[in-house]
């Protein structure tokens, strides 16, 4: 099986998982080349057991023909959606000195880096830093490229500090591209999203305020839309408007985790390919010219292909779990209790990435970006 037709890429990725399982229908569905590969700098979490975090960035990017250096901003035995895990957090000072050792020894020149959860404000700004130093020593436009999930919360509810919703909005400046959720993107716009002249609003401020380039709303549920999960995405134009378009996918009735850290890793892959394909990396930022309308952006097309990939793999995975389910509720019976009951319905949730790595590299694209009228 050929790789995709990303260039090539070094990533550095920084982040790690944290939070409890929610639905599918309620989660984020929250995801490369040069002239064809990529090297990519991924800040993210890791756990021993399971994909979430580094553990499925990782693997989804190197998947994709992405060179991934991976800097866990956690390790934990398992996903916190177990109810029960161990582990240790990594402080500001452990990541910067992680970096400083790559800088060291000449490891740094990375393409992308991709950051998701992490643990507290000064952690934040510890990436935030390192973002910064790879941006100053970026060899022309387009050279480095940064795409930041603000993980915070969810479902109307923060789960860090509230000093670290300052200390990313202090960062968001930086930001190449952004991958929030519709709470997060509330947070960061100030706009309360209960419609799409809302959304629209809430998308050009962060367009307008924060000059993003290229922003992903990864879960909104828009009205009347009760079986349907929406993601949002614009690229803007040189006089920061925004070019809005949107893809409906079914909702799975089923409860994942890693599935944001997915979303993101598949991005930045596919993102990249896209670019690469427009012509567009030796451009700031990637940005297509003004005259490109919603539906033909590289982002669109990017994640035609990452929600492709992603509902291919998840409806693999609920329909191994349905039959996991079956056998372990049967073997476990009234006695096993509660807690073993959904430590194994947990675990038979987890996401089935290795076996379905042909719908990574080859997705069949049935869901196309629409334009989206405010």
Same mark, same amino acid.
């Given at each position: 099986?050929?790789?995709?037709?990303?260039?090539?890429?070094?990533?550095?990725?920084?982040?790690?998982?944290?939070?409890?399982?929610?639905?599918?229908?309620?989660?984020?569905?929250?995801?490369?080349?040069?002239?064809?590969q990529a090297n990519e700098a991924?800040?993210?979490?890791?756990?021993?057991?399971?994909?979430?975090?580094?553990?499925?960035?990782?693997?989804?990017?190197?998947?994709?023909?992405?060179?991934?250096?991976?800097?866990?901003?956690?390790?934990?035995?398992?996903?916190?959606?177990?109810?029960?895990?161990?582990?240790f957090k990594t402080s500001a000072?452990?990541?910067?000195?992680?970096?400083?050792?790559?800088?060291?020894?000449?490891?740094?020149?990375?393409?992308?880096?991709?950051?998701?959860?992490?643990?507290?404000?000064?952690?934040?700004?510890?990436?935030?830093?390192?973002?910064?130093?790879?941006? &100053?020593?970026?060899?022309?436009?387009?050279?480095?490229?940064?795409?930041?999930?603000?993980?915070?919360?969810?479902?109307?509810?923060?789960?860090?500090?509230?000093? #670290?919703?300052?200390?990313?909005?202090?960062?968001?400046?930086?930001?190449?591209?952004?991958?929030?959720?519709?709470?997060? $993107?509330?947070?960061?716009?100030?706009?309360?999203?209960?419609?799409?002249?809302?959304?629209?609003?809430?998308?050009?401020?962060?367009?307008?305020?924060?000059?993003?380039?290229?922003?992903?709303?990864?879960?909104?549920?828009?009205?009347?839309?009760?079986?349907?999960?929406? #993601?949002?995405?614009?690229?803007?134009?040189?006089?920061?408007?925004?070019?809005?378009? &949107?893809?409906?996918?079914? $909702?799975?009735?089923?409860?994942?985790?890693?599935?944001?850290?997915?979303?993101?890793?598949?991005?930045?892959? &596919?993102?990249?390919?896209?670019?690469?394909?427009?012509?567009?990396?030796?451009?700031?930022?990637?940005?297509?010219?003004?005259?490109?309308?919603?539906?033909?952006?590289?982002?669109?097309?990017?994640?035609?292909?990452?929600?492709?990939?992603?509902?291919?793999?998840? #409806?693999?995975?609920?329909?191994?779990?349905?039959?996991?389910?079956?056998?372990?509720?049967?073997?476990?019976?009234?006695?096993?209790?509660?807690?073993?009951?959904?430590?194994?319905?947990?675990?038979?949730?987890?996401?089935?990435?290795?076996?379905?790595?042909?719908?990574?590299?080859?997705?069949?694209?049935?869901?196309?970006?629409?334009?989206?009228d405010g």
């Open positions: 099986m050929e790789l995709p037709a990303v260039p090539e890429t070094r990533v550095l990725a920084i982040a790690s998982h944290v939070g409890a399982v929610t639905p599918a229908s309620q989660t984020n569905t929250s995801g490369i080349l040069r002239d064809a991924l800040f993210c979490g890791q756990v021993v057991y399971g994909y979430v975090g580094n553990t499925m960035a990782v693997f989804v990017m190197q998947a994709l023909g992405c060179e991934v250096a991976a800097l866990n901003t956690v390790q934990y035995s398992n996903h916190t959606g177990y109810g029960q895990f161990r582990g000072a452990q990541i910067s000195e992680v970096y400083e050792g790559l800088k060291d020894s000449y490891l740094d020149d990375f393409d992308v880096m991709l950051s998701g959860y992490i643990p507290g404000a000064e952690a934040v700004k510890a990436v935030g830093g390192i973002a910064a130093d790879l941006k &100053r020593r970026a060899k022309g436009p387009g050279s480095f490229f940064w795409v930041l999930d603000p993980v915070m919360g969810d479902e109307g509810r923060l789960y860090v500090n509230e000093d #670290v919703v300052p200390a990313y909005k202090g960062l968001l400046h930086m930001a190449d591209m952004i991958l929030p959720n519709q709470f997060e $993107a509330e947070i960061l716009s100030g706009i309360k999203i209960d419609s799409l002249p809302a959304l629209k609003a809430a998308i050009t401020t962060l367009h307008v305020k924060y000059h993003i380039p290229h922003i992903i709303i990864t879960s909104l549920r828009l009205p009347n839309t009760p079986k349907t999960l929406t #993601v949002v995405g614009s690229t803007f134009r040189s006089d920061a408007s925004s070019r809005l378009f &949107r893809i409906d996918i079914p $909702a799975i009735d089923c409860f994942f985790s890693g599935t944001g850290d997915m979303f993101a890793a598949l991005t930045v892959a &596919r993102f990249r390919e896209a670019a690469a394909t427009e012509g567009l990396c030796g451009s700031r930022s990637w940005v297509s010219e003004d005259d490109i309308e919603a539906v033909r952006l590289p982002l669109a097309k990017a994640a035609e292909k990452v929600l492709a990939s992603m509902c291919a793999v998840l #409806v693999k995975t609920k329909e191994r779990r349905d039959r996991e389910l079956v056998r372990v509720e049967g073997a476990i019976g009234e006695e096993g209790g509660e807690k073993m009951l959904h430590l194994k319905r947990t675990k038979a949730a987890e996401v089935q990435l290795v076996r379905n790595l042909q719908v990574l590299r080859e997705p069949r694209i049935e869901f196309f970006a629409q334009a989206l």
